[in-house]
């Protein structure tokens, strides 16, 4: 069973090594440019985001959070974004929406490394 599960997997990845290379290469130039704007950043800039970022860690500390809350919210909003991503990689001219939205992830990554 598990042989059979294995060869399948390895099977559409063999088929499909394109769409996976193009969304590889989109999320490795999104940290890619991340890692740039982030290194870019004058320190007076750098210290303005770190004062913001100070802020918003210092209002959240001031609350009780549930973390179970927040498990189940973030899965929630990470499943209902996958279905979104699913619906618009079936049309093939939302692919590189599909493209720009990994990009914008690692983007997101690599700025906050």
Do not use: C
């Not at 042989?3 to 590889?24: C, G, P, R, V």
């Not at 499943?79 to 049309?91: N, Q, R």
């Not at 690692?106 to 700025?111: K, L, S, V």
Request: aromatic share 12%; glycine share 8%; proline share 1%.
């Amino acid at each position: 069973m598990l042989k059979k599960l294995t060869s399948a997997i390895l099977k559409h990845i063999e088929e499909n090594i394109i769409i996976y290379f193009l969304i590889l290469l989109s999320f490795v130039v999104g940290i890619s440019s991340g890692a740039f704007t982030s290194s870019a950043l004058s320190g007076q800039e750098n210290n303005q985001l770190l004062s913001h970022i100070e802020k918003l860690f210092s209002v959240v500390n001031s609350y009780e959070i549930d973390s179970l809350s927040v498990l189940k919210q973030s899965l929630q909003s990470n499943f209902i974004f996958g279905i979104f991503m699913w619906i618009l990689g079936i049309g093939i001219l939302w692919i590189p929406v599909v493209l720009g939205i990994v990009a914008l992830r690692g983007f997101i990554i690599g700025f906050s490394a």
